[in-house]
């Protein structure tokens, strides 16, 4: 069975860090541009970063950069983001994606910031 699977997310405070997870199931991520979503509370998906199949510089939303790192693995065929400096604006869920070949989402995971 194809699957993206998310973890990492909960609870933090203001200016803290949170590592999140997609693991690639059932195909070879490492063929596929692997890209992080999140969607804020009452607002529409937006896109946060992504990470090309070929190694290029990865792109980042305005808002996250100098915060988020995307980065992957392709030996435990998984995609992270480090999310480092946290701010309440940056509550939602956050999704994984996959697109190459066919193009595929995770079921998401909550990160919620707030003292």
């Known amino acids: 069975q194809v699957q993206l699977v998310e973890s990492g997310g909960g609870l933090v405070q203001p200016g803290g860090s949170l590592r999140l997870s997609c693991v690639a199931r059932?195909?070879?991520?490492?063929?596929?541009?692997m890209l992080w979503y999140r969607q804020p509370p009452g607002k529409e998906r937006e896109l946060v970063a992504a990470?090309?199949?070929?190694?290029?510089?990865?792109d980042y939303a305005d808002s996250v950069k100098g915060r988020f790192t995307i980065s992957r693995d392709n030996v435990k065929n998984t995609v992270y983001l480090q999310m480092n400096s946290l701010k309440p604006e940056d509550t939602a869920v956050y999704y994984c994606?996959?697109?190459?070949?066919?193009?595929?989402w995770g079921q998401g995971t909550q990160v919620t910031v707030s003292a």
């Open positions: 994606r996959a697109i190459g070949r066919n193009g595929y």
């Open positions: 059932g195909f070879t991520s490492s063929g596929y541009a």
């Open positions: 990470l090309s199949t070929a190694g290029g510089r990865p």
